[in-house]
Every structure is written in C-alpha cells, then in structure tokens.
C-alpha cells in the first residue's frame, strides 16, 4: 500500500527534461529524506538518488533531486530512450511503527 | 562487485510456509544494515522487514509482523526472511537490498537489490 503519491505516467521527447513528483506528510517526506528509485522492466530497482539530492557513483548528473516541505521532485535531463522505465519515490514513514514507505510509480515514456 | 542473490521462493498454499534466503558478497556484510522489499503489480512497491547488521535490531511492517520473521548468519553472508501463515495478498516478488548507510536498519536509502524471488501463496 503506496502513502506517497506520484503522477502515473510522464513523457517527453528524446533530449527534452521531465520531472516527477512525490507527495507524501508531515510524518513521511516531511520528517525523513527521500529517495529515487529506477525499474527497467524486468529488473530490480535501482538507487538513483538518496538524501534527497545526492548521487551513488555512477549515476550521471542528469538525474536530480530536490525536496520541499512534504513533496519531493525527481528531475531528468537529457531525456534518452534508455530512460524509459518506472521510477518510485521512497522515504520512512516515523508516525507509529516506523516502516518504509514508496511512491505509486512513474511511467516514463520517450517519445 | 556488490551482489545479492535472493532463493527460496515458490508456490505454497494458503496459511503454509517458506523461508527466503539472500547471500551477499562484494562488501562486508556485518557491517550493513539488510531488509526485505516486496512488490505486486496492484500494490507497487512495500517494504516488509528490516535487520541491524549486528542481527539484535528488527524492524517490521504491521502487515507482516507476527508472521514473518526476519534474521541474518553473519558466518555466512546470509539474511533470511522466514514467511508464515501466508496469504494470498502475500504473494509478490520479494527483494534483498543492502542499505546504503552502516549505521541505521531504518531511516536509510536501500543501495544495492538482489534479483528478487517469486512468492505465491493459493487459496
């Protein structure tokens, strides 16, 4: 059961820039830092942000992230057809029993 | 090279049972935090249990506490996810994933997932 909310789907063409969002609550995004995450179908998902705006190594700058009060936005530059896959949002929900809580996911279509 | 391989999923019925297994190499096991993650093509992604490195901290989501049980063999690399009483709303791909910080089984980014293993639980 997703608690944090994200936009089905985004598109754009190959180059352009898209951007997702994830809107959580105070006890979710608001308290805890966010993360991003990237499924190519068929495979696991893969870290591509973590502490709200910072890079493993290996990802490229054109991925980015930024946080604001209880929502969080994952921002992809460059768009290449290589992109298209799901992306989810996931931070730590601390109200009762702390758990981790992910986004609904985003589709990304390169047009 | 960080892996995880995650084993033991199957078919089982309804109120059975099954124990996964996720052998890690490539870092230093006890030194991480391990959880579990599951995912259902209605539900996404959810997050079902968590583990200190030194194995003495466990975490549970409130859908799976009381039946499911979460522990690691730092001897041998493995963390291990022991699933009863299942359900049909159970059934998912379940994944390993290391945590990217040493210090918190919560609160933390999960860094590296296994491959996932399939579980189906039947009514």
């Known amino acids: 059961q997703s608690v944090l909310t994200q936009p089905p789907s985004v598109s754009a063409a190959p180059g352009q820039k898209v951007t997702i969002s994830c809107s959580g609550s105070?006890?979710?995004?608001?308290?805890?830092?966010v993360s991003w995450y990237q499924q190519l179908p068929g495979t696991a998902p893969k870290l591509l942000i973590y502490?709200?705006?910072k890079r493993p190594s290996g990802i490229p700058d054109r991925f980015s992230g930024s946080k604001s009060g209880t929502s969080a936005t994952l921002g992809i530059t460059g768009l290449q057809t290589g992109d298209e896959a799901d992306y989810y949002c996931?931070?730590?929900?601390?109200?009762?029993?702390?758990?981790?809580?992910f986004g609904t996911g985003t589709r990304v279509t390169v047009l | 090279e960080v892996r995880l391989v995650e084993s033991g999923g199957g078919l089982v019925q309804s109120g059975g049972s099954l124990r996964l297994s996720c052998e890690a190499s490539?870092?230093?096991?006890?030194?991480?935090?391990m959880t579990w993650v599951r995912q259902t093509p209605g539900k996404g992604l959810e997050w079902v249990s968590g583990?200190?490195?030194?194995?003495?901290?466990?975490y549970y989501a409130d859908s799976v506490k009381g039946r499911f049980t979460i522990s690691r063999d730092n001897s041998k690399n493995t963390v291990f996810l022991q699933l009863n009483s299942l359900r049909v709303e159970d059934t998912a791909i379940y994944y390993c994933?290391?945590?990217?910080?040493?210090?918190?089984?919560?609160?933390?980014?999960?860094?590296?997932w296994g491959q996932g293993t399939l579980v189906a639980a039947s009514s």
């Open positions: 996931g931070t730590w929900d601390t109200s009762l029993n702390t758990g981790g809580v």
């Open positions: 105070a006890s979710n995004i608001g308290s805890n830092y």
């Open positions: 502490d709200n705006n």
């Open positions: 490539g870092f230093t096991f006890s030194s991480y935090p």
């Open positions: 583990i200190s490195g030194s194995g003495d901290t466990t």
């Open positions: 994933a290391k945590l990217y910080y040493g210090d918190y089984a919560v609160l933390n980014a999960f860094e590296i």
